[in-house]
C-alpha cells in the first residue's frame, strides 16, 4: 500500500478523512436497523479501505455497538469486554500501556498516574503551562486581522501542552509531533510506526536518565519516582506511558477544540450567546463532544459469549465501541444532530466510561476553556472568512475540520 510522503496527510487518510464527510446520517440507520448492535466492521459500512496489516479478532466477527445503551454496557464492563486487544495494534508502538490493561493491573497502574491529572493539578497546569502557551500562539497572528484557527492555533497548542508538563526543550516539539503521529499511523505503515516508536524511546531515556539524576516539577520526575507497591516503574514502563500521552493528549484536543470552534463559527448566534455569556462555556464544551466528538471510536475484544441489546457476541470477537453514535442516540437525545448549547445537560461519552474513562479529561477542558475565552477576549469580531469555501468537519474514526479560517478586527 502507497503510504502519502506526510505523516499527518497518511493517519488523516487511513481514519476515513476525506472520505467521510458526515458519518452520523448512515450510524443512524445502522442504529436503528441493528437495535443497536450492527454486525460487521464500521470501515466496510462506510467504504473506508481497511488496513491490510491489522490482526484480526480469533473468531472472525466484528461488531460495532451504536447506542447509547450498547456503549455503556460494554464500556461498563471490563471483564467481558478486555482492552487487551489493543495489545496487538497501538501496543506494538507504545509498549504495555493503561490503555491495553485489563483489571486489576490497571487500576494500580492508572492510581500512580493520576495525582497528575485531578482538578486540583489543574490549577498549576492552567496557570504556569496552558495560558502562557495559549496567548503566545494568539500573539503570532492577533496583529494579522485573520487565521487559520486549525493550522495556527488548535492543532499546535495541545502538544505543546503535553510537552511542556512533560519539560521537554521547545526546540524538541516539530520532530516531537511527527512521531506521535507516526507512532498511531502503526495501521497503515507498520514500519514507520516501529521506528517512531524507537525514536521516542531514545529521545525519552535521555531525559528520564537527567530526571532520575536531578528530579524538577514535570511530569517525567513524577512518574520517575512513583512507587508500585514498594517498586519504582520500570523504564519500559514510563516509556509506554509517555508513548500513549502524545496521541492521546493532542490528538484529541486538537480536534475536539477545532470542532466546536466550527460549531460556534457556522452558528453566529450561538457564538455571540457564548462570547456574551462566559457561564454558557462548560456548557457549549461538552454539547461539543457530544456533537461532534474528536474520537468516535475505540475497540475491546471479548472473553466469553455475551449479549447486549439483543446481539449475541461470541467469544474472542471485536466489538467498535462507536461514543460518537452513542452520543447522537435519539432515545436520549432529542434532535440529536443538532449543536445546540441550550439542550438539556446529560453525561456524554465522549471520554467513554468506565474504567478506562479517558485520564485527560479535566485537562482537556481546561485547555479549551482557556483557549476560547483568550480568543473571545483578544480576537473582537471574530467570524468564519466569508470567502473560505465548503469549510467542513471530516473524518470516520477520528473528526475535524481541515482548516478554520477566520477573520477578525485587529487586537488589543
Ligand atoms: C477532548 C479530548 C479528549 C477526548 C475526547 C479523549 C477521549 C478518550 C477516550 C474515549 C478514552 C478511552 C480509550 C479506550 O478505553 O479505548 C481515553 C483514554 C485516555 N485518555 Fe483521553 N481524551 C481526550 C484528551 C486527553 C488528554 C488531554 C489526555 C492527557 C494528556 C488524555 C489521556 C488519556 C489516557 C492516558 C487514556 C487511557 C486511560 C485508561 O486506559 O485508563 N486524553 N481518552
Known sequence: MTV?????????????????????????????????????????????????????????????????????????????????????????????????????????????????????????????????????????????????????????????VISSMLGLPDEDLPAFHRMAVELISIAIDIERGLNASQSLRDYFAGILTERRSAPRDDLISLLAQADLDGERLTDEDIFAFLRLLLPAGAETTYRSSSNLLFGLLTDPAQLDALRSDRSLMRRAIEEGLRWEAPLTGISRWTTRDVEVCGTSIPAESMVQVCVGAGNHDPARWEDPERFHLHREVKPHIAFATGPHTCLGLHLARMETVVALNALFDRLPNLRLDPAAEDVHITGLTFRAPRELPVLFDRAC
Not at 502519502?4 to 436503528?32: C, K, M, N, Q, W
Not at 491490510?52 to 450498547?70: D, I, N, R, T, W
Not at 495494534?89 to 492508572?110: A, C, T
Open 4 to 160: 502519502a510522503a506526510d505523516p499527518f496527510e497518511a493517519f488523516d487518510h487511513s481514519t476515513g478523512s476525506g472520505i467521510v464527510r458526515d458519518p452520523y446520517p448512515r450510524l443512524a440507520e445502522l442504529r436503528a436497523a441493528s437495535g443497536g448492535v450492527h454486525e460487521g466492521h464500521l470501515d466496510d459500512a462506510f467504504g473506508v479501505p481497511r488496513s491490510p496489516e491489522a490482526e484480526g479478532p480469533k473468531s472472525g466477527h466484528y461488531f460495532s455497538a451504536l447506542s447509547y445503551e450498547a456503549v455503556t454496557q460494554v464500556l461498563l464492563d471490563g471483564e467481558t469486554f478486555s482492552s487487551s486487544g489493543y495489545g496487538k495494534s497501538m501496543g506494538l508502538v507504545m509498549g504495555h500501556s493503561i490503555l491495553e490493561m485489563d483489571e486489576p493491573e490497571h487500576r494500580r497502574y492508572r492510581d500512580l498516574l493520576q495525582p497528575a491529572f485531578t482538578l486540583k493539578a489543574m490549577e498549576r497546569w492552567e496557570r504556569e503551562v496552558v495560558t502562557p502557551i495559549v496567548h503566545r500562539r494568539i500573539d503570532a497572528f492577533a496583529e494579522a486581522g485573520r487565521a487559520d484557527l486549525v493550522r495556527d492555533f488548535t492543532f499546535p497548542f495541545p502538544l505543546e
